[in-house]
């Protein structure tokens, strides 16, 4: 006899039957994977789950994010640092960004969500069967309200919470500050509880390298606590500031990913994937541009320098202590502008 649970994943898909398939993922809405993802979002119960369900296929039927692309990176270098740089131990994608990298400290929510989309969507065609989720690592080096912010990290919670659901495996947060602080003190009221215990913030380079070790290969450990160190120069160094390119020296750190990401997806990438025959992992737009050589050449704005040097100048020195910030210490003034809407509504997993 079915389990409780087995019975409700057939009413599911026996009421999403009535709807019309995608036209490139015309497997989605049935498969066991999907139902049971947007069910236990939903604590299992049904109508929740069918009426989220339907309002995902919609979505993707509007928004077509398989063929999602960040145009404000093809036009503006750097736009976005956010990439995938690898995989953690269990075979669940790896994303990193790094606030110090982006070449913009100014983004709006649109922005940000068609970069997230583009990422996670590319993340999927790597991720073997049985792997169902994803871990993001946000480097805060560098970090300041106009590029992360309440509103800003409420918008694009909110489409992965409705979109996305049951997708997210875990976010380490590093090195961050009271600005980060403030921040997640406003968003994480507004979320599951489930959610909010994925959440592990670590300052000190101890308790990086021993989360890393927990969680990670030696070879992604390696690559990841050199990033953090390198992107911690000031000024930082071009390599880095351009992380789209290779090393130009054999053996030297390669900021696109670990070496095995690398040789899988970027090295063996093809450049007529833009409109490919069979979809393929597409690594960070730059990587892509810089792999076909039409990489844009921006001069920085004098904006864009203000806003990079103040970025830099609030950088967080990975501190030595285990000491975590504690509610009410560094408390963050944060204006209207930045503030979560009163009445926005509390997020699922």
């Not at 409420?154 to 997210?168: D, F, S």
């Amino acid at each position: 006899m079915a389990s409780e649970k087995e019975q409700l994943i057939s009413e599911l898909r026996r009421r999403i039957s009535n709807v019309e398939p995608l036209p490139e993922e015309p497997d989605f809405a049935t498969s066991e994977e999907t139902l049971a993802r947007y069910l236990k979002s939903r604590d299992w119960k049904l109508d929740e789950a069918e009426k989220l369900l339907r309002n995902t296929i919609e979505y993707r039927r509007k928004t077509r994010p398989l063929h999602s692309d960040c145009v404000w990176c093809h036009d503006r270098p750097g736009y976005h640092s956010m990439r995938q740089v690898g995989f953690d131990e269990v075979g669940r994608p790896v994303i990193y960004s790094n606030f110090a990298q982006a070449a913009t400290h100014r983004n709006t929510m649109e922005d940000s969500i068609c970069h997230v989309i583009y990422l996670i969507e590319n993340a999927k065609i790597t991720m073997k069967p049985g792997i169902s989720t994803w871990v993001f690592i946000i480097d805060c080096t560098g970090m300041t309200l106009n590029s992360c912010n309440p509103k800003l990290g409420y918008g694009v919670t909110q489409i992965l919470a409705n979109h996305y659901p049951e997708r997210l495996g875990m976010v380490l947060c590093i090195n961050h500050s009271p600005v980060f602080h403030g921040v997640w003190k406003a968003i994480k009221v507004f979320l599951h509880q489930n959610t909010v215990v994925k959440m592990k913030m670590i300052r000190s380079k101890r308790k990086i390298a021993q989360t890393f070790s927990k969680y990670f290969s030696d070879e992604l450990s390696d690559w990841m606590l050199a990033e953090i160190k390198v992107n911690k120069q000031r000024p930082l160094p071009r390599s880095q500031a351009c992380f789209w390119n290779g090393p130009s020296d054999t053996g030297s750190h390669d900021p696109r990913g670990c070496q095995s990401y690398v040789a899988q997806f970027i090295e063996t990438f093809p450049l007529n994937s833009r409109v490919p025959m069979k979809r393929v992992h597409k690594p960070h737009p730059n990587i892509v541009d810089s792999l076909a050589g039409n990489v844009e050449i921006v001069q920085a704005s004098p904006d864009e320098i203000r806003e990079r040097t103040r970025a830099e100048t609030e950088a967080v020195t990975c501190s030595d202590s285990d000491d975590e910030i504690q509610d009410g210490e560094h408390d963050l003034t944060i204006s209207e502008e930045f503030q979560i809407p009163h009445d926005a509504v509390h997020l699922s997993t």
